[in-house]
């Protein structure tokens, strides 16, 4: 039996899934691109095997009903090695972490032996009606969907929160190095990551339920839509996701977390050098400033600054840097015959919600609410 809307909705997904995958075939061979492809095909799978039971071909060939589990099981590190790729060093991944991606699919296949060698393909067709199903056959399949989708969903909200946890420290290393960080932290995977675990989570839920005969209204209607909008973020996303350059993937921390190795005195020093540069040369109004160049400006080391910023300053050099810029928006703002976007890029953001978020940040409140108050509540200029 075919069901209509799912059958319509996978078959749109192995579209944008197959196109996906032809653009990224045609991009420059880059590491990050090696593993989106393995993505995309791991998902065509998942996508196949879903479409399998929609459109009614298991009765064509029910021994493959399942054949996707193993696969299914991969999507989660499969992520994981995606954004390891593009955020992280250019080092390669460690065996560990090939053998714990390796651990989900080994122990979904065990899982399903019985499934595979104790009932026929006869006898999965027949388990398919309520009225033809044999019991205790019943039983081994219930057992299989069920230890399956749990270690599915065991295995990808692990390497879920791994990617989670690297995508926050690559944020935090490019803050050590950069004052304008929204091109290079990659900031639409977070959110993807958010979309894909909401949506694996309740694959594997209505998958449960529906092994047990439980249903409800959205059955194999919901679900499908959430996927197609998660597929289609995710696709349109990281099709347009530039390689990043060495100087932009999360490098090494050199100076957080760690006792400081300069002397008191020699990072006075330094930190006397920073406020210069600030305040008397106004280094901060440099849209592209990095701790590269102001390093060269200030005749010290990167890592002597970083320490300095962290270990007697107590903050990273994204917030050293935006705090000036906020501190000079404030005295721009007191013209109100300027407008706010215009302030923003004249002080050095690249952008208005960079600049808005910073400001807030640091005065506790919108550049706009802030012009406010310096002028009595009297109307924005925007």
């Not at 989900?104 to 027949?126: D, H, N, R, W, Y």
């Not at 599915?152 to 926050?168: E, G, P, V």
């Not at 002080?347 to 978020?357: A, C, D, L, R």
Request: glycine share 6%; charged share 15%; with cysteine.
């Amino acid at each position: 039996m075919v069901n209509l809307l799912p059958t319509i909705l996978y078959s749109a997904m192995m579209g944008m899934a197959i196109f996906a995958l032809v653009e990224v075939f045609n991009k420059p061979k880059q590491r990050h691109t090696f593993f989106l492809k393995g993505l995309l095909l791991l998902l065509l799978i998942h996508l196949a095997g879903e479409l399998f039971i929609y459109s009614g071909a298991y009765v064509y060939a029910p021994a493959l009903a399942g054949a996707q589990f193993p696969f299914r099981a991969l999507l989660g590190p499969a992520l994981y090695f995606y954004a390891h790729a593009m955020m992280s060093p250019a080092k390669p991944l460690g065996k560990r972490l090939y053998f714990l991606a390796s651990v989900g699919p080994v122990l979904v296949v065990l899982l399903m032996l019985p499934f595979i060698f104790t009932i026929s393909p006869a006898e999965k067709l027949a388990l398919a009606t309520p009225s033809t199903r044999d019991p205790e056959l019943w039983k081994i399949a219930v057992f299989t969907c069920l230890s399956t989708t749990f270690v599915f969903i065991a295995f990808t909200a692990l390497f879920l929160a791994m990617a989670y946890k690297l995508h926050n420290r690559h944020c935090q290393q490019l803050m050590e190095r950069f004052s304008d960080i929204e091109q290079r932290a990659v900031g639409w995977f977070k959110v993807v990551l958010l979309i894909w675990g909401v949506v694996w989570f309740m694959y594997a839920v209505e998958f449960a339920l529906g092994a047990l005969g439980w249903r409800w209204f959205g059955s194999g209607i919901v679900l499908p839509i959430f996927e197609v909008i998660a597929l289609a973020i995710f696709v349109q996303k990281a099709l347009g996701q530039r390689g990043l350059h060495s100087a932009e993937q999360g490098l090494p921390r050199t100076s957080q977390g760690r006792a400081a190795l300069l002397s008191d005195e020699k990072m006075q020093r330094i930190a006397s050098k920073l406020e210069q540069s600030m305040k008397e040369d106004k280094l901060f109004l440099h849209n592209d400033l990095s701790l590269n160049k102001l390093s060269e400006s200030i005749a010290e080391t990167e890592n002597h600054i970083s320490e300095t910023l962290s270990q007697l300053l107590q903050t990273n050099f994204f917030q050293f840097v935006n705090g000036f810029r906020v501190e000079e928006a404030k005295a721009e703002l007191k013209d109100k015959g300027k407008l706010v976007t215009n302030i923003a890029l004249d002080v050095g953001f690249n952008s208005k919600s960079t600049f808005n978020t910073a400001f807030k940040k640091v005065a506790g409140c919108s550049p706009s609410a802030y012009r406010n108050l310096l002028n009595d509540n009297k109307p924005d200029m925007l």
